[in-house]
C-alpha cells in the first residue's frame, strides 16, 4: 500500500506492539502460544492486504481461526489414519 495507509503486515506489528503489556503479563509458555497466534496471522498477510479494514482485529482473529482449522484438520485427518490401521471406528 501507500506512505498513508499501513500494510496489513505492518497493522500486525503494530497490533502486537499494543498488546505487551499484556503479553508480558503471561506465563513464559503463554508467551510463546500469543507469539504463535500473532505469527498465524502473519501467514496471511496477503489475504489482510486485499481486505482493507480500519481495525485490524477482525482479519487478524480470521486469519488465527484458519490457522487452527488447518491444524484441527490435520489432526483429524492423523486420527482416522491411525483408527484405520488400528482397526479402531
Do not use: C, Y
Not at 26 to 43: S, T
Not at 48 to 70: D, M, Q, R, T, Y
Request: net charge negative.
Amino acid at each position: 500500500m501507500g506512505r498513508t495507509i499501513p500494510t496489513f503486515r505492518r497493522m500486525i506489528e503494530s497490533f502486537g506492539m499494543e498488546w505487551t503489556d499484556f503479553r508480558q503479563g503471561l506465563r513464559k509458555q503463554d508467551q510463546e502460544m500469543f507469539d504463535a497466534l500473532l505469527n498465524h496471522a502473519r501467514r496471511h498477510s496477503a489475504a489482510g492486504h486485499n481486505f482493507p479494514h480500519a481495525l485490524p482485529f477482525e482479519p487478524i482473529v480470521i486469519s488465527i481461526l484458519l490457522e487452527h482449522e488447518k491444524q484441527l484438520r490435520e489432526l483429524e485427518k492423523t486420527k482416522e489414519q491411525i483408527e484405520k490401521r488400528n482397526g479402531d471406528e
